[in-house]
Structure formats: C-alpha cells, structure tokens
C-alpha cells in the first residue's frame, strides 16, 4: 500500500506546492486564523471527510476510517503564522502587511492536507483509522495543542506523529530522536522599583537601572554555577527597559526573557534559582522587585519504540536519509501530545538555495521537503498498523 500511497503523493505534488503558496500569501496570526481554518474545513467537506471545525478555539479535527480494523493513527500540522513583514522577492510573498509564514506552517498544513486526500481515496485498503489534526496558535503561548486536547482531538488515538519542516537541513534528510528533542520554552519578567532622582545626585536615589545591570550578570551565573554540566540550560535576556531622561536616575527598570531546559528538575531548579537571586538582590540594594515566571510548553520528549519505527521508514524511503538530531533549544507544542499518547515529532530538512533561520523576514523552504514529508508521515501511519 506504500507504493500506491507514495504515487498517489507525487501525481499530487503540484497541488501541495500551489496550496501552499496559496497559505503563504495569506498568512494569519495566532487565535486569528478564522480563514485558515476554513479553508482546511472547506477542503475536507469537498473530500466528503467527517470534519469537525473550532476544536479548542480555530483548531480543525478530520478522521477517515479505513475498511480494516488497526489502530487509531493522529497526524498534526499546525497553521497560524507570525507578526513578521515579508522581505522576500517571490511571486508567493505575504499580501498581509506585517504578518507572513515564516516557520513553515503553510507547508505542514499542505502536506497534512494532501496526504489526508490520499489516505482517504486508499481506505478501503487500508486498516485503522486516521485523524488529521489541524492545529491553530502553536506560535503563541498557551498554544492551541493544549485546548485541542482538552476538546477531545486524542479521543480513541493510540499513536500520533508530527513533522517540522526545517529550513537549515538540507533537503532529502529526515532528522530523528529518542528522548528530549525540543526543550521547554518558559518566559520570565522582572521590574525593579528603585527611587528615582537627579543624575547629579546619585546617594538620594536607589538607582533602577544599577540594580538592574546586577541582575542581569548574577542570572548569568545561575547556568554556570547551579546547573550540572552535563545537564541543558539557558537563560537570555531579552529585554531591558528603563527609559529616561539623561540627567535622571532611573526609577523603574523593567528586564524580560527566556529560560529554555530539558529536564524538569533542571526546569524547577533555574525558577527556584531565578527567584532566589532577585531576592537577595532586592535585600542587597533595599528595593523592591517584582518577579513573574510564566511557564510555557513542556519539553518535546519522543517516545523510543515510535521513533525507531519512524527511523526505519525513512531508510525505506528511496533517496532520503535518517540522521539522528542533536536537541533544539527551540519550543513547541506537540509537546503536549506526546504527554498523552505515544509519538515522535521529527525534522523534515527543508533548505533552500538561499537558507535563512526560521523566524526570519526572508525564511523560505525548498518546496520538494512536502512530498518527503507527506511520504514520511504516511509511511509512519501505515507501518504502525503492522
């Protein structure tokens, strides 16, 4: 059935360039992707597939069942794109000002989409049942994977497998991993309330932006002092805002960033760490600091056994290779499925002639990444069956 399932992708390969196109010209934000969602409803209901639309907020739920009994296979692509203007010189650019894909959302969504007609015109053939789902806000912390969840889009799934494209592997390459692939993504803000005064007179003052500097260099130390070495963390600041006045001490400063771990000990290691510095440097300079910690996805742990299975498909696949993935600091929500069912999320290479990192104004894919993506989840959802 792979090979039919494989022909069935390729004669469609057109269709999955110019439907993402189609998404990449019109891009929407997290929690704002009413069109999009349509859009993907619309496609199902022409298909006559049972579909099953605001799962969770905009998320988008189809299942086709095929004429044997099997598992229950969940395949995700998520579609919501990022406030970023679009500086390529492509026929396809974003016609919306400030907002473009630039994650390659559009392609996930494509390739799920083609591979569901597939699926779908083989399921007399086929054994099990498949869902498709469609996931909005992956972007934008809570996430859409979480309220999807909570509405039912695991109900009866026994295995689930999503993809990432990725614009900085080269293409014809499918990376995997056991264990920790993507870490925990958690945000933090700090505001220093000092005493404000006349530059020229500094010892009336408890000077915010000091204080602040203080915090920013003892953060530093919590990676290099507190944290085994052989463990994973990072702590960046990403913001720091004290506007002012040249000849004024600064009353308020206000810092922001991010805390990114594998390992939950570790995560409640750096939020007990963060905490204890700002308040022995509250103490220190007799100021007050506020501290908010805000935790964001979990860490993206594969199960070993589905990606083993995911592993072996790739090197049935002709012309593409499996390579194991080193971890990836970066955040995502699939994270929350894997909490639920057993799956593995992998890195399906994507680089173009001119690569750029992702989230970047000129962030492009090679295009020929969909059709190995659609055949590498396919197979997946087919093999799992045996």
């Given at each position: 059935?792979?090979?039919?399932?494989?022909?069935?992708?390729?004669?469609?390969?057109?269709?999955?360039?110019?439907?993402?196109?189609?998404?990449?010209?019109?891009?929407?934000?997290?929690?704002?992707?009413?069109?999009?969602?349509?859009?993907?409803?619309?496609?199902?209901?022409?298909?006559?597939?049972?579909?099953?639309?605001?799962?969770?907020?905009?998320?988008?739920?189809?299942?086709?069942?095929?004429?044997?009994?099997?598992?229950?296979?969940?395949?995700?692509?998520?579609?919501?794109?990022?406030?970023?203007?679009?500086?390529?010189?492509?026929?396809?650019?974003?016609?919306?000002?400030?907002?473009?894909?630039?994650?390659?959302?559009?392609?996930?969504?494509?390739?799920?989409?083609?591979?569901?007609?597939?699926?779908?015109?083989?399921?007399?053939?086929?054994?099990?049942?498949?869902?498709?789902?469609?996931?909005?806000?992956?972007?934008?912390?809570?996430?859409?994977?979480?309220?999807?969840?909570?509405?039912?889009?695991?109900?009866?799934?026994?295995?689930?497998?999503?993809?990432?494209?990725?614009?900085?592997?080269?293409?014809?390459?499918?990376?995997?991993?056991?264990?920790?692939?993507?870490?925990?993504?958690?945000?933090?803000?700090?505001?220093?309330?000092?005493?404000?005064?006349h530059g020229a007179a500094p010892h009336q003052t408890k000077d915010a932006i000091t204080i602040a500097t203080q915090l920013v260099t003892n953060l530093q130390q919590i990676v290099s002092r507190r944290v085994d070495p052989i463990e994973s963390a990072v702590l960046s600041v990403g913001s720091f805002i004290a506007d002012n006045a040249f000849n004024v001490i600064a009353d308020t400063a206000k810092l922001g960033g991010t805390v990114r771990t594998f390992d939950p000990e570790i995560r409640n290691l750096m939020e007990r760490e963060m905490k204890r510095v700002v308040e022995g440097t509250a103490l220190a300079n007799d100021c007050t600091i506020d501290f908010t910690y805000e935790r964001g996805y979990p860490a993206v742990v594969n199960h070993e056994a589905e990606t083993e299975l995911l592993k072996a498909v790739v090197e049935g696949i002709p012309s593409v290779k499996a390579v194991e993935a080193a971890p990836q600091m970066g955040g995502e929500d699939f994270a929350y499925y894997l909490e639920k069912v057993p799956g593995t999320f992998f890195f399906t290479g994507a680089k173009p002639a001119s690569p750029y990192p992702h989230h970047h104004p000129k962030f492009d894919i090679d295009e020929n990444a969909l059709l190995i993506a659609a055949k590498t989840l396919g197979a997946a959802a087919l093999d799992i069956q045996n």
């Open positions: 059935m792979k090979e039919q399932l494989f022909e069935k992708l390729t004669n469609s390969y057109e269709d999955m360039v110019a439907m993402r196109r189609y998404l990449h010209m019109n891009p929407e934000l997290s929690f704002k992707e009413e069109k999009t969602a349509k859009y993907i409803a619309d496609f199902y209901a022409e298909l006559g597939v049972d579909v099953r639309k605001g799962v969770g907020g905009n998320g988008v739920v189809a299942r086709v069942k095929g004429g044997r009994p099997g598992k229950t296979v969940a395949l995700r692509a998520d579609f919501d794109a990022l406030p970023i203007q679009d500086e390529k010189d492509v026929p396809y650019k974003s016609t919306v000002p400030g907002v473009m894909h630039a994650c390659g959302h559009d392609g996930h969504t494509a390739t799920l989409l083609q591979l569901a007609k597939a699926i779908h015109e083989l399921r007399e053939d086929l054994a099990g049942e498949y869902v498709f789902i469609h996931q909005h806000a992956e972007e934008s912390s809570p996430g859409g994977a979480k309220p999807m969840i909570e509405d039912g889009c695991l109900d009866g799934v026994d295995v689930i497998f999503g993809t990432h494209l990725w614009s900085l592997t080269d293409v014809e390459t499918v990376e995997y991993r056991t264990g920790p692939i993507m870490a925990a993504a958690d945000r933090f803000e700090i505001t220093v309330q000092g005493a404000g005064g």
